[in-house]
């Protein structure tokens, strides 16, 4: 026997999915993922990174194409302290990051350390999320609520933030400053009541 359900009741048995994985490029970045001497292009579409090699005959040669449990909404490379290659750090839409290598030995991409730079109060920015890193590799910085600044030390394997109020509401950039003896960060940003006018200060 067949039973007829009403609309509602049948709308809530569906399973929709994506036939289609994502097209449309979040980020990208150049950095050497896959080995010490490896020139690579990673590029994040919605919920996957792509990895590019450089080949002199044939171009950009797609090397792998990996699925993340999370909408990317940032995506930095990094080299921790005495290592010869460099890390992925992601960031996903619920502010949760995962800090991915690549494993020349299994010829996979493995996830160092996961966790979580969620804060229980805060007002989420309404553009996303900041992230930035260190010319020097030290430390990862993050705004991620208004009025709010989170940095957290790369040499303590991203297991320690500091989190610090910033005054400036209405911020356009965050980047860090080369060549400084300790990380320094430099704001752009504008007036509340002054939105044509640029200013930028920095924070150490």
């Known amino acids: 026997m067949v039973t007829i359900k009403s609309k509602e009741e049948a709308m809530s048995y569906h399973y929709v999915a994506s036939a289609q994985p994502a097209t449309a490029v979040r980020a990208a970045i150049v950095c050497n993922f896959l080995s010490a001497s490896a020139r690579n292009l990673v590029i994040c579409k919605s919920n996957r ?18 699925p993340l449990n999370g909408r990317i909404v940032s995506l930095k490379s ?44 805060g007002r989420p920015l309404d553009d996303g999320p900041q992230v930035a890193v260190d010319p020097n590799n030290r430390v990862i910085s993050m705004r991620l609520y208004e009025g709010l600044f989170k940095v957290i030390a790369v040499d303590q394997g ?19 400053l080369h060549e400084c003896l300790k990380p320094t960060i430099a704001v752009l940003y504008n007036e509340l009541d002054d939105t044509a006018t640029r200013h930028m200060t920095s924070y150490t």
């Open 49 to 66: 990174i792509e990895v590019h090699e450089y080949d002199s005959e044939q171009g950009l040669v797609a090397a792998m194409d990996e």
């Open 78 to 121: 990094y080299r921790p302290p005495n290592e010869s290659k460099d890390v992925l750090f992601i960031l996903t839409e619920r502010l949760l990051f995962c800090i991915l290598e690549y494993d020349e030995q299994k010829k996979k991409i493995t996830s160092r350390c996961t966790g979580s730079v969620k804060d229980k109060i």
């Open 158 to 176: 991203l297991k320690e933030s500091v989190t610090m109020r910033m005054k400036e509401l209405r911020v356009l950039d965050v980047q860090f």
